[in-house]
């Protein structure tokens, strides 16, 4: 059982790296839509398209938000997240991401996403599965608990360099690539943000294919990075990648299985 003295409130720094990213949310009917300007600090190294680790960090973000009533109190833990896309994003202003809960079980939440550019062209789709925090002491703020009394998000800080170089990921050899854990970069459950775990597995994979996007992002999440830095490192052939993500100060256990796939040159 948990007492009162043993519950730990969540919430959320106003210097969080993702809030740079300039995602803005709004709640329409029942589902929580998000849309962000298109800026060069998204693109993937050497190429005029968003990175797909960031349209990962868009669909955890609102398909969190759609389950978090749910689970509420509770914090909602993203359990796998799957990013599709159709052709490398690169010619949309804007990028528009609209959630549809497909699965409200008692244990896990499913949430299809759905990404779209500035004149409503489909730019591809995710697909993600949450659970409560499996700590009970783990709750939002009681504030923060209820969606409805959420005021709506506008978007936040612009970056002012790449993604990777502000989330502080380094190459550390092709193939390679670490993280640190650092307060602007942490979750709901005070370990390393998910997303940026998907930026560190990109990072590894698309150093081993310099000028490419990916096409195809699958994350499963294993267990929390809690201590770090976490090391990605990456196998890829025939642009098909697998990615571990390690976090090394915790006795260098695995905390993210990754598959990737690049959509080649030719695109």
């Given at each position: 059982?948990?007492?009162i ?52 960090i868009?669909?955890d ?7 978090m ?13 799957d990013?599709?896309v ?27 996403v ?12 995710a ?12 709750v ?31 190459i550390l ?68 990648g ?26």
């Amino acid at each position: 059982m948990t007492t009162i003295d043993e519950v730990q409130y969540v919430t959320h720094t106003d210097d969080h790296i993702l809030l740079e990213l300039g995602f803005g949310l709004d709640l329409v009917g029942d589902e929580w839509h998000g849309s962000a300007p298109v800026a060069p600090e998204l693109f993937a190294p050497g190429t005029r398209s968003v990175r797909t680790s960031i349209l990962a960090i868009w669909a955890d973000t609102v398909a969190g938000y759609t389950v978090m009533d749910r689970f509420a109190p509770r914090v909602p833990v993203t359990l796998d997240l799957d990013v599709q896309v159709f052709a490398p994003p690169r010619e949309s202003e804007t990028i528009n991401v609209a959630a549809r809960l497909v699965k409200a079980g008692r244990s896990v939440g499913v949430v299809e996403v759905e990404f779209t550019g500035s004149g409503g062209d489909r730019i591809g789709f995710a697909v993600t599965s949450f659970m409560a925090a499996p700590n009970p002491a783990l709750v939002m703020a009681p504030d923060l608990a209820d969606l409805k009394t959420r005021p709506r998000r506008s978007p936040g800080r612009r970056l002012s360099r790449p993604l990777a170089e502000r989330a502080r990921c380094e190459i550390l050899a092709p193939g390679v690539a670490t993280l640190p854990r650092a307060e602007d970069a942490i979750n709901a459950s005070n370990t390393i943000n998910g997303g940026l775990l998907a930026l560190t597995a990109e990072e590894a994979a698309l150093s081993l294919t310099p000028g490419e996007t990916l096409a195809s992002l699958g994350i499963r999440y294993l267990r929390p990075a809690r201590v770090g830095p976490v090391v990605a490192t990456a196998l890829v052939r025939d642009g098909l990648g697998r990615v571990e993500v390690r976090d090394t100060g915790a006795d260098n256990r695995l905390a993210v299985l990754a598959t990737t796939r690049t959509f080649g040159r030719a695109r």
